[in-house]
């Protein structure tokens, strides 16, 4: 009777925050149970009445601190209520930077032998690569937002160990989760409580915060489990924070020190831009800040959208793009994940890395002319239909954008080819604003000679990056995972 009376009360919890250098305790420090804050005093001590639902104690590392790292690799900000441990030891970064580079990748979906073979021979060389490339102009930490697994939890192993793993300068790289929709446990209970915890106990708390360099990062599970869908494996639920979250989440930012020279990055599973309770709670928060980002998945594709005035959201796209079943998104795009450096409260530079291809392969020409179908070239084998997909010819423009544009290309593709699965052929077909046109001066673009198109991309920060191409797309090859899911 006295457990129970204590589960439902809360319990309190207390610890001590310490300078793990000089031994001395760390003053202003904020710790969490995920439903409330406080802030550690001068001798870094801190006292907690912990919801009766929590069930982590975390710390929000201040920017001058190392994130410190478990045993295992994963970011140890946090520890688990019950466990005997309540203190935290900080290490002071040997060097304070403002610059750092951010890998943010979304909706892995590792469930199959053929998920795990291509997350492991693709993407994670990929993302290695590139932490490499950037490692050079300060620290590099890791994100996944959401959808890690794909309703078989005991593939969270194969996903930890991957993104634990990365490497930059002899260290290992911090990487943070993000909780979705296909990471709840649906057959663990009927609450909200219950189909988290398998996701709390293997990758970490799902509401907590951290800083580096002149950035807030917020994570928060946007994810409202709501019951069971008709299969028994996925749970339905609603997007959007609920009332506790909500009281968190403002309690989280008001101690945030500065704000007029700081940047917020506020990372959810599903966009803030879509249906989401809350939205107009959580907007002006964050608006506070000198710059306001938003970081989420689940769409898998890319959109860069804009909530509100002052902030951005960059809704990125899926590491595993259709499903792993080529190299494509449903829209198009190819699978891969997102880059962006912070130099002090600003988005110094962003590009999104399509997995296997080069840094610099951010477009694809298509002839407007064209049609593709059966007949293309590189069509990739024996269709299973024999629709042909046609660029649209009436489409309402502005300032040269094809407003929801249809990806022919790609459509054909996956739809003829693969016979559009996990979710039909609405999902492939589905129009988009990510296409520009331009008018080839002889009128027809295949005739056309010593053509370049040129896009340019402006940076927050002002700084601007070119990309060209003198090719137009006819050919499937770039498109494809292999014969071996060709039926």
Not at 455 to 474: D, L, N
Request: glycine share 10%; with cysteine.
């Amino acid at each position: 009777m006295l457990s129970l009376l204590l589960f439902l009360l809360g319990v309190p919890v207390s610890g001590l925050v310490t300078n793990l250098s000089t031994g001395k305790g760390i003053e202003g420090a904020v710790v969490s149970d995920g439903y409330h804050c406080t802030v550690t005093d001068a001798a870094g001590r801190y006292t907690l009445e912990a919801d009766s639902l929590a069930r982590t104690i975390s710390i929000t590392v201040p920017a001058g601190y190392e994130i410190p790292l478990g045993s295992d690799g994963a970011p140890a900000f946090f520890n688990y209520i019950g466990s005997g441990q309540t203190d935290f030891a900080l290490k002071p970064r040997r060097k304070r930077s403002d610059r750092f580079t951010l890998i943010a990748l979304s909706d892995a979906h590792v469930r199959d032998e053929m998920n795990v073979e291509r997350f492991r021979k693709e993407s994670l060389p990929d993302i290695q690569r590139t932490i490499c490339r950037h490692a050079s102009n300060g620290p590099v930490i890791g994100i996944g937002l959401g959808d890690q697994l794909w309703d078989v939890m005991d593939r969270w192993e194969v996903v930890k160990d991957g993104l634990t793993g990365f490497r930059t300068c002899g260290k290992t790289v911090p990487f943070f989760y993000c909780i979705g929709n296909h990471d709840h446990e649906s057959g663990a209970g009927t609450t909200d409580y219950a189909v988290t915890e398998h996701f709390v106990r293997h990758f970490g708390p799902t509401d907590y915060s951290f800083d580096i360099g002149k950035v807030h990062f917020v994570v928060m599970d946007n994810i409202q489990h709501t019951g069971t869908q008709k299969d028994g494996v996925k749970i339905s639920y609603t997007t959007g924070l609920s009332d506790d979250q909500m009281q968190w989440l403002r309690e989280d930012l008001s101690l945030v020190e500065d704000k007029a020279h700081k940047a917020v990055v506020f990372c959810v599973h599903s966009a803030l831009s879509g249906r989401f309770t809350h939205k107009d709670d959580v907007k002006p928060l964050l608006k506070e800040f000198a710059e306001a980002h938003v970081l989420s998945g689940h769409e898998h594709n890319i959109n860069n959208m804009w909530p509100a005035p002052g902030i951005r959201e960059h809704n990125i796209q899926a590491l595993c793009g259709a499903w792993w079943i080529s190299n494509l998104s449903p829209s198009g795009c190819p699978l891969g994940y997102a880059v962006l450096t912070f130099d002090g409260p600003s988005l110094a530079e962003e590009y999104n890395k399509a997995t296997t291809e080069s840094r610099d392969f951010q477009m694809r020409v298509y002839s407007g002319n064209d049609s593709y179908g059966p007949e293309t070239p590189g069509y990739g084998g024996e269709p299973k239909r024999t629709n042909v997909y046609s660029w649209p010819t009436a489409e309402r423009t502005w300032r040269g954008c094809l407003w929801r544009s249809l990806d022919a290309a790609s459509a054909a593709y996956m739809v003829d080819v693969f016979g559009a699965p996990h979710g039909g052929s609405g999902i492939y077909k589905a129009k988009v604003d990510a296409f520009w046109t331009v008018e080839a001066p002889c009128g027809d673009p295949a005739l056309e000679k010593n053509w370049e198109v040129v896009a340019t991309h402006r940076m927050p920060s002002g700084k601007k990056v070119t990309y060209r191409s003198r090719v137009i797309m006819r050919d499937y090859t770039g498109f494809a995972t292999g014969t071996h899911y060709l039926k």
